[in-house]
């Protein structure tokens, strides 16, 4: 069915049943005059209402969506508007990284007993969102503005001097980890990978695998995506700083125990952005060798020397790593340097910022085209958690279908993104492991920042005892302000 | 699936400005829609019965109507549907009325939104299943909060009716702001002499237990199950020995106590019993003015009580009750005047409030009954009232009518020309409100017997004119000319709130409250008594405004509810609750850490990490399934594929 050509457009509304929805009969009991354009759905409570549902609607062409529920402190279930207010706005402010304008998305409390209230609302977003138009499609507009896209921004200055780990103490962790390894299952680290070039993980059960540990700008993976699965054994890891916020997080959700993991840290000194060396190496057949100094790395195929400066090939997470020593640690080896300055915005998310929304649209459309649907950046994932339940599998719940257009590629990424809110720690083994090289961290860093401006600064991963903001709630929330409806 | 479409008319409420048949032919074309139909009354007895006939005629199993809001009929259908063998849930209502027909007079639009609407419904119906309830036992008591005359009646109106009841009052006695008052209008009886007698039957009735000097701290459970935590303050009393026999208040010289149970019109000590028909009737100490508790030297009280009573060392202590409903009758405070500073903002000693005239007028008050000014004792000759101090007041954020304040004021002037023959009483009004029975009549006596002069107007400022007397300065609207009078006395009819504290017992009941923390009801016309929570029922001004029969008929109301409530042995759950696909939990307990009910609890299946809903408890919010990141936790009845079904049906 369409909406009504050329008078209406696509709103959908989210109303709680026991006050918004009433306050809407009380409007029509009222005769509350309306426009038409809006079609209530009627969900339980406010807190019901999953963030996914309304991009779902407006990748799939609402023009805009309303949610309402409860005032708050008025939840007929006391505290769901308490929680959906923060994942709403966490959302509001996901949805112009996407290129959506958040103007076509907005919540509001409007009670049973307000239907003058519930006409002013209705009649305030409609005229809103006549005034926005017909939302656009994603990638109707992508040629026209692909050429404004795709210039790499030059990347940051380092927050702090890269090197390459030769002088760490590499063989203290190994007498450490010799020492541990009797009372442990294993011990995650990193080995040499199919040439020198290139390290895998290592799962260390014996003595005589310990001396496999390598350590240096190489050890790009992130071992903590393997931990959950040694759940119940004693286990150990080996982590870099942004290793370790991984660590702290999983513990945060009760995924492994903190009795059953030995963490050995050692200062991270930086690694190298692989899709970068690899682009450089081009194809090889052979590695002759590879040689750190202080500075980088020098790599030599075929008989020809490929030098990697930390300064220029270094991953741009590390360019603003803050937390290079681990945040918790049971055996820390090495001196942790001090970052005096805050992290500055994301290179990946700095790119995205200063494009319009048009663009932004239109990046993503060109970019998502080439997504397989491999999945690889959400196996490479630590925080994803769902392992072989992942909603992207199913129909029960379906949320996406098995079409390779662009929307349904958007969306999954947005419900990795959305459900990775307040509990991604930046790690970048999302893009690391995308295999057409998309730069989908972005997304990532978005709700990463909602979060952090949102919730006094909250990032991931630091502490294990902490409430992650979008499973607690404030009744008074300091950032949060009502809009007003005029 | 076979679905049927009924696309009800409504008379020419919804006829009116939808093509109901263009609607019902456009259902027939919806995935599933086997038969649609267009009824003139689809709720009236012949529509009901052509619901059943159809879904028995072409073999329904899923039926969708398009009518009024689902708040008003979705039950009354549900009911329908289960008579013609099909379960209740398999059930869907398109609110075309409501947010359709009676919002908006473009018929071609109006008629697309209702179709559209109808495709949304058809779409979740699809996905519904069938949905049983549980049933489970009922805890056959009652907990009243608030031992004001409503919660007095509830009690007894429960506990002549064989529900245990629990009353639990915060004051140190029972009585509530009826207890106050000197007579009682429009019969001008003795308030205590109709009160007392309920007081003793509360006290003396076998199936009550009162908890006076108590409050609510914490609430658990669900309908037929609540588990209430009662904290029990110190009243440095052990009143299991203490025998009300007032010794201790004889002879404490802590004698300039502020009093509370008389406005503060006086002072009394700081052990005391409140007022001589106090129940239960037992002394308290006010900690913050006895002086073996401030400065720890004193102790005469201990000394003189004859059994022994006083426990100096006495600390709060907590009860837990458990009870299967809960009557919340916390009645109301009045709202802080103090804001009005044209009245002098309660500098004047002479400008006092109604309740604290109550207090003055009754021969158990401060003054015995005479009417003194508090300033310098003196009796007033004239008195002016003016009323509508805080209520029908939007500049102070106070719209609503206090309702009872009309008809006490009348009262009162009647009876200061009772105690003082030569006075003269003005009263400054805004309009007389005086509906009930006797009412009008009542308030006409106090000007045609008593002589009051009723001014039609406000009054705009109040200050003493230095030789002992107070100007009062008004408007007389009807003559259309100002006004001003040299009164003695001033006592305002300040407007009500509901009791300080309401809300955040509102908070604990999970119930709604209004700007002035008066309770929301459930419908306003239709379910007076019942709230939005099951078994959570009210009684008594902390609704809205009421008088004390009005009160006495909420509190006879709510006990009608409760009894009603368990008549019934078991009680049914409603099956909308969350429930876990254990395959897909990874135990993650993210939903057990948001459950506002405490109803997801963790459980090990095969040495394995999961949640389990507990399904008595869940109340159905669906916070669990939108916190799920594997969609492992479901809220029946409206699932993630339901939802979604309707957001598809709207957005392709």
Redesign the interface.
Same mark, same amino acid.
């Given at each position: 069915?369409p *909406?009504?050509k050329g008078?209406?457009l696509?709103i #959908?509304g989210f109303l709680c049943? %026991? =006050?918004s929805? &009433?306050g809407?009969?009380t409007? $029509? #009991?009222a005769?509350?005059?309306?426009?038409?354009d809006l079609?209530? *759905?009627? *969900?339980? =409570?406010s807190?019901? #209402? +999953?963030?996914l549902?309304i991009v779902? !609607?407006l990748l799939? $062409?609402?023009d805009g969506v309303l949610v309402s529920g =409860?005032h708050p402190? +008025?939840c @007929?279930?006391? !505290? $769901?508007n308490f929680?959906a207010r923060r994942?709403l706005e966490v959302l509001k402010r996901f949805l112009p990284v996407l290129g959506i304008d958040d103007a076509r998305f907005e919540y509001t409390w409007v009670?049973?007993?307000e239907g003058q209230r519930w006409?002013q609302v209705v009649a305030s977003f409609t005229s809103r969102i006549h005034a926005l138009g017909k939302a656009p499609r994603l990638g109707e507009d992508a040629q026209a503005l692909l050429k404004a896209v795709g210039t790499a921004a030059l990347p940051p200055p380092p927050l702090r001097t890269l090197g390459t780990g030769k002088n760490a103490p590499l063989d203290s962790l190994k007498e450490a980890i010799k020492e541990k390894l009797p009372e442990l299952e294993c011990v995650i680290g990193w080995r040499q990978g199919y040439d020198a070039a290139h390290t895998t993980p290592l799962f260390i059960r014996k003595t005589e695998d310990i001396d496999k540990l390598v350590w240096g700008p190489l050890n790009v993976a992130n071992p903590a995506v393997y931990l959950p699965r040694f759940k $119940?054994g004693k286990t150990g890891i080996v982590v870099k700083g942004c290793d370790a916020r991984s660590v702290v997080e999983l513990l945060q959700?009760?995924?492994i125990a903190r009795e059953d993991v030995t963490i050995f840290a050692m200062p991270c000194e930086g690694t190298l952005d692989m899709a970068r060396v690899n682009e450089k190496l081009g194809r090889y057949a052979v590695v002759d060798g590879v040689v750190r100094d202080e500075a980088g790395v020098v790599i030599t195929v075929d008989g020809k020397e490929h030098r990697f400066d930390m300064a220029e090939y270094a991953q741009n997470k590390c360019r603003g790593c803050v937390n290079p020593a681990a945040v918790l640690a049971d055996v820390a080896v090495g001196g942790a340097p001090e970052i005096p300055a805050d992290a500055p915005v994301p290179l990946e998310l700095g790119l995205l910022d200063a494009m319009s929304l048009e663009e932004r649209r239109a990046f993503w459309s060109s970019r998502m085209k080439r997504c397989l649907r491999c999945y690889a950046c959400r196996n490479a994932c630590p925080m994803c *958690?769902?392992?072989d @339940? =992942? #909603?992207s599998d199913?129909r +029960?719940? @379906? %949320?996406m279908t098995q079409e390779a257009d662009v929307a349904q590629k958007l969306f999954f990424q947005t419900i990795h993104a959305l @459900?990775l809110a307040g509990r991604c720690t930046g790690c970048g083994e999302c893009q690391r492991a995308c295999p057409v090289g998309i730069p989908i961290l972005a997304l990532r860093q978005q709700t990463a920042r909602a979060v952090e401006e949102l919730f006094s600064g909250y990032r991931p991963g630091l502490d294990p005892a902490a409430?992650p903001p979008l499973? &607690?709630y404030e009744t008074e929330e300091q950032n949060i302000h009502e809009r007003e409806w005029k | 699936m076979r679905i049927g479409v009924f696309v009800c008319h409504c008379g020419s409420n919804i006829a009116g400005t939808v093509n109901c048949a263009e609607v019902a032919e456009l259902a027939k074309s919806f995935p599933d829609v086997v038969y649609a139909d267009d009824p003139m009354y689809t709720c009236a007895e012949p529509g009901q019965a052509a619901i059943e006939a159809a879904v028995r005629e072409h073999g329904l199993d899923g039926v969708v109507v398009a009518s009024c809001s689902p708040r008003m009929h979705e039950t009354t259908f549900r009911r329908t549907v289960e008579r013609a063998g099909l379960n209740r849930y398999m059930f869907e209502m398109a609110n075309i009325r409501e947010h359709v027909s009676w919002i908006g007079k473009d018929r071609e639009a109006n008629t697309n939104k209702a179709a559209e609407l109808v495709e949304m419904a058809v779409a979740k119906l699809r996905r519904d299943r069938p949905l049983t309830a549980k049933t489970f036992d009922v805890v056959k008591r009652v907990l009243i909060v608030g031992g004001g005359v409503a919660g007095i009646q509830a009690a007894l109106d429960c506990a002549e009716g064989g529900v245990p009841v629990v009353l639990v009052e915060r004051e140190s006695t029972i009585g509530g702001k009826m207890a106050k008052l000197d007579k009682t209008f429009p019969t001008v009886d003795c308030s205590a002499c109709i009160l007392g007698p309920k007081m003793v039957d509360v006290a003396q009735h076998p199936g009550i237990t009162l908890y006076a000097c108590s409050e609510i701290e914490e609430v658990s459970g669900y309908v037929g199950n609540f588990s209430v935590k009662i904290r029990r303050r110190a009243t440095y009393v052990d009143w299991k020995k203490c025998t009300g026999c007032g010794m201790c208040g004889e002879k404490c010289p802590s004698k300039k106590t502020p009093d509370a149970f008389n406005e503060f019109t006086g002072a009394t000590t700081a052990i005391n019993i409140p007022f001589p028909q106090a129940i239960p009737k037992k002394a308290v100490i006010n900690a913050r003015h006895c002086r073996q508790l401030t400065k720890g030297k004193c102790g005469v009280c201990a000394k003189v009580c004859p059994s022994g009573a006083v426990d100096y060392a006495m600390r709060d202590n907590f009860v837990t009750e458990e009870v299967g409903c809960i009557i919340a009758a916390t009645g109301y405070d009045l709202m802080d005047w103090t804001i009005y500073r044209e009245y002098g903002g309660g500098a004047y000693p002479d400008v006092i409030t109604a309740l604290q005239y109550e207090r003055l007028l009754s021969a158990s008050g401060p003054t015995g009954g005479r009417i003194a000014r508090p300033s310098d004792g003196r009796e007033p000759q004239t008195v002016v009232f003016i009323q509508c101090v805080g209520s029908r007041d939007n500049s102070v954020g106070r719209p609503h009518c206090s309702g009872f304040c009309c008809m006490y004021t009348a009262k009162q002037a009647i009876l200061t020309k009772d105690h003082l023959p030569l006075s003269h009483s003005y009263v400054f009004y805004m309009d007389i409100r005086a509906p009930g029975k006797m009412y009008d009549e009542f308030s006409r006596r106090a000007v045609e017997e008593y002589g009051a002069e009723y001014i039609r107007g406000r009054v705009s400022a109040v200050y003493p004119d230095g030789l002992g007397q107070y100007v009062v300065m008004g408007a007389d609207t009807l003559l259309g000319e100002p006004v001003e009078i040299k009164a003695d006395m001033v006592v305002l009819a300040v407007g009500i709130e509901a009791a300080k504290g309401a809300s955040a017992l509102a908070e604990k009941l999970c119930i709604s409250y209004d700007n002035c923390g008066f309770f929301m009801e459930s419908h306003v016309k239709l379910k007076p008594v019942e709230t939005t929570t099951a078994g959570v029922f009210l009684a008594g001004v902390c609704q809205g405004a009421k008088d004390i029969p009005t009160s006495v008929a909420q509190g006879s109301a709510a006990a009608a509810k409760a009894l009603g409530l368990f008549a019934r042995d078991k009680l049914e759950n409603d099956p909308q609750t969350a429930q876990v696909d254990i395959r897909r939990c990874v135990g993650c307990g993210k939903c057990v850490r948001c459950c506002p009910f405490g109803a997801v609890a963790e459980t090990e299946i095969r040495g394995e990490k999961k949640a389990q809903i507990i399904e008595t408890v869940c109340q159905g919010c669906g916070l669990c399934a939108s916190t799920c990141p594997q969609g492992a936790v479901q809220l029946a009845h409206s699932t993630d594929n339901q939802i979604l079904a309707e957001v598809n049906a709207l957005c392709r």
């Open positions: 069915m *909406v009504m008078k209406e696509r #959908v049943n %026991w =006050c929805y &009433g809407a009969d409007a $029509g #009991v005769r509350a005059e309306q426009p038409t079609r209530i *759905v009627r *969900v339980p =409570c807190g019901r #209402v +999953d963030s549902f779902k !609607a799939n $062409g609402a =409860c402190r +008025d @007929h279930y006391s !505290a $769901g929680y994942r009670s049973a007993s006409r $119940g959700e009760n995924l *958690v769902c392992r @339940h =992942c #909603v199913t +029960d719940p @379906h %949320w @459900h409430v499973l &607690g | -």
